[in-house]
């Protein structure tokens, strides 16, 4: 897939991340845009909405087609895994033995403050 014009070596390299609070994130690669919509449907389901836009003429032309749909296909494949140990961690956390775990200050900076942006939120 082509690249954005003009990204030097290490900016073909590198992702960038955007979270909006409290249900979407934008990622940028060297040859796409994603934007992952969240929708809280119930307490115990969530809907995932993966839009994707691609450098260029890459998005519509049909020589770029098996990359697009290669594209999709890994999406689709890395959600899918994800769905198992997602489904299993929220039914851990309904069990009554559940604490509340610990999050990891260098694994997980973004979830703590997803979780006091949300704590503040709902008692503001």
Not at 110 to 124: D, G, H, K, S
């Amino acid at each position: 897939m082509p690249y954005y014009p003009e990204l030097d070596e290490a900016g073909m390299r590198t992702t960038w991340f955007f979270h909006l609070f409290p249900a979407a994130c934008f990622q940028t690669w060297a040859d796409q845009f994603g934007v992952f919509q969240l929708h809280a449907a119930a307490p115990d389901r969530t809907i995932e909405h993966i839009h994707l836009y691609f450098v260029g003429n890459a998005a519509t032309d049909p020589t770029h087609a098996a990359n697009r749909q290669a594209v999709y296909d890994m999406w689709d494949e890395l959600n899918t895994e994800d769905f198992k140990i997602v489904e299993n961690m929220q039914r851990a956390r309904s069990s009554p033995a559940f604490d509340g775990g610990v999050l990891s200050p260098f694994w997980d900076p973004a979830t703590q403050t997803f979780a006091r942006l949300l704590a503040e939120t709902v008692t503001a």
